[in-house]
């Protein structure tokens, strides 16, 4: 049974930093793409980032770009995946979620919350002014 798990959340003030994580179990992460989503309140869910399953391909949408880092660890021991979120802003406030989907393409690095297969539970990030 797949099981996608994130961590890290919590209350920032503005200009401060977060690192949010994700752990990931049964599956072959080495073989999973990885993506970060967020939803705010009224709002749509929408992409953060994404990481291919080599690391070679990554993604940043325009908004958290030069802010935030995306990477993963293949290390069996440890399947995670990390969202380095540094200066933070107010319009960050959202629910974070994780996502995963089977890739044979090293640089696969899907945008699109439809091509995910696996989801966690989500976990808040809350930025004040």
């Known amino acids: 049974q797949v099981q996608v798990v994130e961590s890290g959340g919590g209350l920032v003030q503005a200009g401060g930093s977060l690192r949010l994580s994700c752990t990931a179990s049964?599956?072959?992460?080495?073989?999973?793409?990885m993506g970060w989503f967020r939803q705010a309140p009224g709002k749509e869910r929408e992409g953060v980032s994404c990481?291919?399953?080599?690391?070679?391909?990554?993604?940043?949408a325009d908004s958290v770009k030069g802010r935030f880092t995306i990477s993963r660890d293949n290390a069996k021991t440890k399947n995670t995946l990390h969202l380095q979120m540094n200066s933070l802003k107010p319009e960050d406030t959202a629910m974070y979620y994780c996502?995963?989907?089977?890739?044979?393409?090293?640089?696969?690095?899907?945008?699109?919350?439809?091509?995910?297969?696996?989801w966690g539970q989500g976990t808040q990030v809350t930025v004040s002014s």
């Open positions: 996502a995963a989907v089977a890739s044979y393409s090293g640089d696969y690095c899907p945008t699109s919350e439809y091509e995910y297969s696996y």
């Open positions: 049964g599956l072959t992460f080495d073989y999973y793409a």
């Open positions: 990481i291919s399953w080599t690391g070679g391909n990554t993604y940043y």
